[in-house]
């Protein structure tokens, strides 16, 4: 295969700031500290900034550091990043993203991992890095013949990318929100051609599986009886995920008539999400520069993804995951996870206290979990929020299962 660099179009970026320049804003009084959504002032500054002082090029030359491929899996178009290992015997690792992710997310832990020794390492627990865009979430072009794309079809999708098309007997997979689900697949499906996976929180593969997949606190009431704190952290998880999820399932499309139009509205909708569920402290900004916030939003503005990304949400709901066997552990390949307290579920408290939650509840029955570890810093966006931490849970769980 030829390396493919990333390349958008004069024309593209000139369309992009014309719209930016025609932005109407909305009447947003008295929403300086969020709590209506996303402010107007803020988010007019990002735009302003978007229109006249981004440097896209500069984001586009940074991506095209690394080699990129097109290729066709199945008839779907696939987008890959690669970066090649350095070491003694580096094994392929597939990288899954999530939303709002793009495959950028993964930037940060990219050459760690692909050549640990320069950054302090052992090499030999080097890898070959594949970072893919998920089908519909940016390049290589918007995603068309595919309108029942879901998790556990891209997984399939992934494997024959690896095995068929890359040609490996055997990788190894991590993955995040929506990649966290696809890994899980993977692992699932095809346990015995994979070393093992590493994925972020966990979720079971049936989490959008059943009537009221929308509903983030699955079904779990408010009771007076419950702790002040359980009740409260419910509704701030609520708070984080309710909309989102709710849109996303049920109303996905609607959304999307204004968000394809609308670079402004597009960014509102992702810088919202990217905000609630970085662990930020209230600065938004010390998690993600501008810079990167609008490197993010313009991979999904100029290939006009919004709306096939959203689909996955609809999708996992309207084809529901359906397991390959009735085995136990249902996920059987050697599994490591890496938690966040920032995402801690109601009643749990510390690093140690999710572990120990993890080990002692439903989701543990799902996972052949060979390394679980939390982490007090970091949000949603694991490895790109601490991906130090990232980087050393992943190459914990693989040492040991290495050719």
């Not at 990002?46 to 899996?73: P, S, T």
């Not at 995603?143 to 891209?154: I, M, Q, S, Y």
Request: proline share 9%; glycine share 8%; charged share 20%.
């Amino acid at each position: 295969m030829t390396p493919t660099p990333i390349h958008v179009p004069d024309e593209v970026l000139d369309d992009l700031r014309a719209r930016l320049a025609l932005t109407r804003p909305p009447l947003d009084e008295g929403n300086e500290d969020w709590s209506y959504g996303v402010p107007a002032g803020y988010l007019g500054e990002l735009v302003a900034y978007w229109q006249d002082g981004f440097d896209w090029r500069k984001a586009e030359a940074a991506i095209n550091a690394y080699e990129h491929y097109r290729v066709d899996v199945a008839g779907v178009p696939v987008h890959f990043l690669r970066k090649p290992g350095r070491g003694p015997r580096p094994i392929p690792l597939l990288l899954t993203h999530g939303w709002p992710w793009t495959f950028w997310h993964w930037s940060k832990v990219i050459d760690p991992l692909a050549d640990p020794a320069a950054f302090g390492g052992d090499p030999a627990d080097a890898f070959d890095v594949l970072v893919p865009s998920l089908p519909g979430f940016g390049f290589p072009d918007p995603l068309t013949g595919f309108p029942d794309v879901n998790f556990w079809k891209v997984a399939d999708l992934w494997h024959t990318l690896m095995t068929e098309t890359l040609g490996y007997a055997k990788y190894a997979a991590g993955g995040c929100d929506i990649g966290g689900i696809v890994t899980s697949q993977l692992g699932h499906k095809y346990a015995g051609e994979l070393y093992g996976i590493h994925i972020g929180s966990g979720l079971p593969l049936d989490f959008f599986t059943g009537p009221r997949a929308w509903d983030f606190a699955r079904n779990r009431p408010l009771t007076e009886d419950q702790p002040a704190d359980v009740r409260a952290r419910l509704v701030e998880l609520d708070r984080r995920s309710a909309a989102h999820l709710a849109v996303h399932v049920l109303d996905g499309a609607t959304l999307a008539h204004g968000l394809s139009d609308s670079p402004a509205g597009l960014l509102a909708w992702l810088l919202e999400r990217w905000n609630a569920w970085s662990d930020n402290g209230g600065d938004l900004e010390s998690v993600f520069t501008r810079d990167d916030l609008l490197t993010h939003a313009t991979i999904y503005w100029v290939t006009n993804s919004i709306a096939t990304s959203m689909r996955y949400y609809a999708n996992a709901n309207r084809y529901p995951w359906t397991p390959a066997h009735d085995r136990t552990p249902v996920v059987e390949a050697p599994a490591g996870l890496t938690l966040v307290t920032y995402e801690n579920p109601p009643g749990v408290h510390t690093a140690e206290d999710r572990v120990r939650a993890f080990e002692t509840g439903p989701q543990a029955a799902w996972f052949n979990a060979v390394n679980v570890t939390a982490h007090e810093h970091g949000g949603h966006f694991i490895p790109w929020e601490n991906p130090g931490a990232w980087v050393d849970d992943l190459r914990r769980t693989f040492r040991d299962r290495r050719p």
